[in-house]
Protein backbone atom coordinates (compact mmCIF):
# COMPACT_ATOMS: atom_id res chain seq x y z
CA UNK A 1 0.00 0.00 0.00
CA UNK A 2 1.04 3.61 -0.58
CA UNK A 3 -0.08 6.78 1.34
CA UNK A 4 0.90 10.32 1.81
CA UNK A 5 2.39 12.47 4.26
CA UNK A 6 -0.52 14.11 4.62
CA UNK A 7 -2.48 10.46 5.03
CA UNK A 8 -0.01 9.50 7.64
CA UNK A 9 -0.71 12.82 9.19
CA UNK A 10 -4.70 12.20 9.05
CA UNK A 11 -5.59 8.95 9.44
CA UNK A 12 -2.31 7.21 11.41
CA UNK A 13 -4.69 4.65 12.92
CA UNK A 14 -6.33 3.13 9.93
CA UNK A 15 -2.47 3.05 8.76
CA UNK A 16 -1.22 1.38 11.76
CA UNK A 17 -4.11 -1.16 11.12
CA UNK A 18 -3.26 -2.21 8.08
CA UNK A 19 0.49 -2.63 9.16
CA UNK A 20 -1.07 -4.64 12.28
CA UNK A 21 -2.67 -6.84 9.28
CA UNK A 22 0.38 -7.61 7.90
CA UNK A 23 0.61 -5.31 5.06
CA UNK A 24 3.60 -2.83 4.37
CA UNK A 25 2.67 1.16 3.74
CA UNK A 26 4.86 2.76 1.86
CA UNK A 27 5.36 6.69 2.46
CA UNK A 28 5.95 9.39 0.27
CA UNK A 29 6.41 13.01 0.27
CA UNK A 30 6.10 15.19 -2.44
CA UNK A 31 5.54 11.89 -4.91
CA UNK A 32 8.94 10.79 -3.62
CA UNK A 33 9.40 7.45 -1.81
CA UNK A 34 10.85 8.84 2.17
CA UNK A 35 9.82 6.05 4.88
CA UNK A 36 8.08 2.55 4.94
CA UNK A 37 5.71 0.94 7.74
CA UNK A 38 6.46 -2.08 8.65
CA UNK A 39 5.03 -4.89 11.34
CA UNK A 40 6.83 -5.36 14.01
CA UNK A 41 8.28 -9.27 13.89
CA UNK A 42 7.63 -10.92 17.01
CA UNK A 43 10.52 -12.56 18.93
CA UNK A 44 13.06 -11.57 16.12
CA UNK A 45 15.16 -8.69 17.22
CA UNK A 46 15.91 -6.85 13.98
CA UNK A 47 19.18 -5.39 15.75
CA UNK A 48 20.72 -8.67 17.30
CA UNK A 49 23.13 -8.36 14.20
CA UNK A 50 23.91 -4.97 14.58
CA UNK A 51 27.62 -4.89 15.87
CA UNK A 52 27.24 -1.77 17.83
CA UNK A 53 24.57 -3.28 20.13
CA UNK A 54 25.70 -3.54 23.56
CA UNK A 55 28.84 -1.14 22.84
CA UNK A 56 28.80 0.13 26.46
CA UNK A 57 27.84 -2.91 28.16
CA UNK A 58 31.68 -4.12 29.59
CA UNK A 59 32.45 -0.53 30.03
CA UNK A 60 33.20 -0.08 33.16
CA UNK A 61 33.66 3.42 33.79
CA UNK A 62 29.85 4.29 32.73
CA UNK A 63 28.86 1.82 35.76
CA UNK A 64 27.54 4.84 37.56
CA UNK A 65 26.28 6.92 35.14
CA UNK A 66 26.26 10.30 36.94
CA UNK A 67 29.79 10.34 37.64
CA UNK A 68 30.91 9.31 34.35
CA UNK A 69 28.66 11.95 32.90
CA UNK A 70 29.74 14.41 35.35
CA UNK A 71 33.56 13.30 34.53
CA UNK A 72 32.80 14.10 31.02
CA UNK A 73 31.81 17.57 31.37
CA UNK A 74 34.42 18.71 34.02
CA UNK A 75 35.98 20.32 31.76
CA UNK A 76 33.50 22.43 29.97
CA UNK A 77 31.81 23.66 33.07
CA UNK A 78 31.87 24.64 36.01
CA UNK A 79 29.97 21.85 37.69
CA UNK A 80 31.80 19.72 40.45
Given at each position: MQATAKDLRFHTKELLETVSRGEEVLITYRGKPHAKLVPVS????Q???NPLRGIWKNHKESKNV???IKKLRRGRTNAR
Amino acid sequence: MQATAKDLRFHTKELLETVSRGEEVLITYRGKPHAKLVPVSSGNDQNSGNPLRGIWKNHKESKNVNAYIKKLRRGRTNAR
